[in-house]
Each structure stands twice: as C-alpha cells, then as structure tokens.
C-alpha cells in the first residue's frame, strides 16, 4: 500500500500549485483523504481533509478560501489546489487515507505517503 505525493516546488508569494496523491496497493475509494503538513522545527499539522464521496470537506483556518482538496476515486488519487500562497504555506506536505470514511482530523491516519516539499519565496 503506497500513497504517492507530488506536485511540490518552489513558487513566488501570491503563486499557485496543485498537489496530487496516487494510492495504489488497493483503493481508498471508502476512507477520507487529507492533507498535512510541517514546517521546519514545528509540529505536523491538519490542513485538509475530505470524505469518501467528496461530500464533506474540512480545512484549517489558515487555508480556507485559498486551498481546495478534490478525489477522484476511479483514478484513486487526492489533490489539493493551493492558491494565493503565502511564505508560511512553506512545509512539507503529506497526504493520508483516513481510518473512517468521513473524517481524518479525528478519526485518526491509516496510511501516510511520504512528503513533497512546497517553498513559497516572499
């Protein structure tokens, strides 16, 4: 089971790029899917997360507005399209199927994919 990240790279203040996330190992198509991330010395933190069919998706305070997470379940894959970035979107960026099919915040992570690195420049 792999959940394959991409997407990352380094984009000015005010730039845009479109995160994706290819599971393969077996579908996912009934759990939630998030978003992570973490900055250099601070802790992982939540940034999106959406349901099995897409219907409830959640974000942090600090993205609404300007980042949007999709899936498309017959290609087994999440994205997150980040818009209007700022120098404090820099982090890493995870994404995770969740153990429940609604929820990943609290319901908790069953896989993790490895990180694609996201630098905003001011």
């Known amino acids: 089971v792999q959940l394959q990240a991409s997407g990352g790279g380094l984009v000015q203040a005010g730039g845009s790029l479109r995160l994706s996330c290819a599971a393969s190992?077996?579908?996912?198509?009934?759990?939630?899917m998030g978003w992570f991330r973490q900055a250099p010395g601070k802790e992982r933190e939540f940034v999106s997360s959406?349901?099995?069919?897409?219907?409830?998706?959640r974000y942090v305070d600090s993205v609404k507005g300007r980042f949007t997470i999709s899936r498309d379940n017959a290609k087994n894959t999440v994205y997150l399209q980040m818009n209007s970035l700022k120098p404090e979107d820099t982090a890493v960026y995870y994404c995770?199927?969740?153990?429940?099919?609604?929820?990943?915040?609290?319901?908790?992570?069953?896989?993790w994919g490895q990180g694609t690195q996201v630098t905003v420049s001011s």
């Open positions: 995770a199927a969740g153990r429940s099919s609604y929820n990943i915040q609290y319901a908790g992570v069953e896989n």
């Open positions: 959406i349901s099995w069919n897409g219907g409830i998706t």
């Open positions: 190992g077996r579908t996912f198509s009934n759990n939630a």
